[in-house]
Structure formats: structure tokens, C-alpha cells
């Protein structure tokens, strides 16, 4: 079976799926240990919450306030919006640095990313439904996604030579939420990023 091959299969099972460069790092686990919590450490942002998944949901809260106070006094809800730009500005810093060391700890890989599940360039063989517990750094929002999964397949890469020569696919398992919304909106931006420079080519194109 080709690469491309299970990407159509997986296609079917989920509509929204993207190609991207994301900074990972697995290691295998029991299939017992899916029932239990990701244990939280210094490197998983909030306790296994991103810092931009956190500040995602607080600002869908602080939105239905601002809507109000806008009615009542523009002025001061104007200044709040200020303050939210300048929080957003030094939180991006703050993920930046944080995360720094992963990415100088672990090579960037291609990836083909969905809500459910990710197939990922790997440097070695994996067994057909062995457990993981995988940690995604999405490179280009600065989020972090703690998970479980458990491998569906595991091909020869035919897109990568040298350090890649595998490339794997895994179905999360008992995703959390919070970490599952992070990932949807991920998903949903770099897909209208990618559908908005396939229209950019296509009109470079008729020039």
C-alpha cells in the first residue's frame, strides 16, 4: 500500500485534513495506560492545556463582555481591547521561548494532521497497535498537543530520503477536549491558509 493510497482511505474517515510541519516526539506505552491522565510536566503548558489553547477560551469569554460594555461605553471597552492585543503580543513571546528547547530537541517532520488522527515521517518501524503517547508541537501557532494513540499502519515513506525512511499512522486515543479544539482550530486555519495560496498560485498563473 502507497502513501498516497492510505491518505485517500483516511480522506473518507475524515473530511478536514492537512499536510504541515509539526515538532514531535513519541514513546511507546501499555494499552493500560490510555485509561489514566497524561501526567503533567514543566514542558505541557498548563497542565496538559496549551497557553494558546487557554487564552483561545478565555477570549471567547471575554468577547460576550466586551460586546456589552461596547454599548455602554466604547471608550473603556476600546482600552480593554488594547490591553487583549498586548497580552496576545507577549503571550506569542512567551510560547516562543518556551517551546524553543523542544524545537531544538526535536527535528521538524512533515505530517498529515486531522482532528482524529496524524501520519507522521518516522525514523523507525512501528508495529501495527502499539500505544503512544505523542506530544505535537504545531510550528506555525506555537500550540502544544498532548495525546495517545495507537498506530494503523506504518509504510515506507516514498516522499523522504535519510532520516525518515517510515512514515506512520496513528488514531488518537482519549484525546481531551481542550486539546481536541486546539487541534480543530489548527486544522481549520492552516486549511483556508493553503486554500488561499492554491488561489494565489492559480491567478499568478493566468498572468
Known sequence: MTQQNVNSADDKRNYFRINDSINLSYHLIDEAQ???PI????NNLLDN????????????ESAIIYNKLEKVHS??????KLLDIKINLVAQAVMSL?????INKNQTRNANISVSGVGF???????VGQYLEIKM???HSTAVVTTYGKVVYCIKNTNSEGDYPHFVGVDYVNMKESEQDLLSKHV???????IRELKEKKMYAYD
Do not use: P, R, T
Request: proline share 0%.
Open 39 to 42: 501526567k503533567a510536566s514543566a
Open 49 to 60: 492545556c496549551s497557553l494558546s489553547s487557554a487564552l483561545d477560551l478565555i477570549a471567547e
Open 137 to 139: 508541537l504545531l510550528v
Open 121 to 127: 515521517d518516522c525514523c523507525e518501524v512501528l508495529e
Open 34 to 36: 490510555i485509561q489514566m
Open 98 to 102: 518556551s517551546n524553543q528547547d523542544e
Open 75 to 80: 471608550d473603556f471597552a476600546d482600552y480593554l
Open 188 to 194: 481549520a486555519k492552516k486549511q483556508l491558509q493553503q
